[in-house]
């Protein structure tokens, strides 16, 4: 009688699961919209003094996006006195939508990722997640991995895409 062998369990083969490193914090998006005039007008008197007035400890450990959902041009320096006041308590900020604040944080989180101990092995990245990884994760995942593996595809195991092949000397 033939055993039934674990193929994938006795390979070399190694996953990259984004979402095992995704930040535990609130992320919350700061609309400065109603803080303008007609939510069209930045009047800089007005505005300095709705910032003097928020109450910016509710950013505490939290990530920001800030926006503004109206057509209103806003002026660089709105942006970064926002910033100031969020410094202290915010663990990161950004400009955008919820989506480039999950790009930006993945940015430091795979910046950071020890990769040799992908060397020379099979490497899938995981594409299933509860979590919300941004879409643009996986493109850095594979800049970051495509030095050291010696393989990369996407997917799972028992359905996974190739992707990658480093060239044999």
């Not at 193929?7 to 490193?21: C, G, H, I, K």
């Not at 400065?32 to 109450?55: A, T």
């Not at 939290?62 to 910033?83: E, K």
Request: proline residues 5%; contains cysteine; hydrophobic residues 40%.
């Amino acid at each position: 009688m033939n055993d039934i062998v674990n193929r994938v369990a006795n390979s070399q083969l190694m996953t990259l699961d984004l979402e095992d490193y995704y930040p535990e914090g609130q992320r919350r998006v700061l609309d400065i919209k109603d803080w303008l005039f007609e939510g069209l007008v930045l009047r800089e008197k007005d505005f300095r003094g709705q910032v003097s007035n928020y109450d910016w400890s509710q950013f505490k450990d939290t990530y920001v996006a800030l926006t503004c959902s109206s057509d209103a041009i806003i002026p660089g320096w709105a942006f970064m006195l926002l910033d100031i006041q969020l410094e202290p308590y915010a663990k990161q900020v950004v400009i955008g939508d919820l989506e480039d604040l999950e790009t930006a944080i993945y940015r430091e989180v795979i910046s950071s990722l020890e990769v040799s101990q992908f060397k020379d092995k099979p490497v899938i990245i995981k594409g299933c997640s509860n979590k919300p990884v941004p879409k643009n994760a996986y493109i850095m995942a594979i800049h970051k991995l495509k030095p050291v593996a010696k393989s990369i595809m996407y997917g799972e195991a028992c359905s996974s895409v190739p992707l990658f092949k480093k060239k044999s000397s």
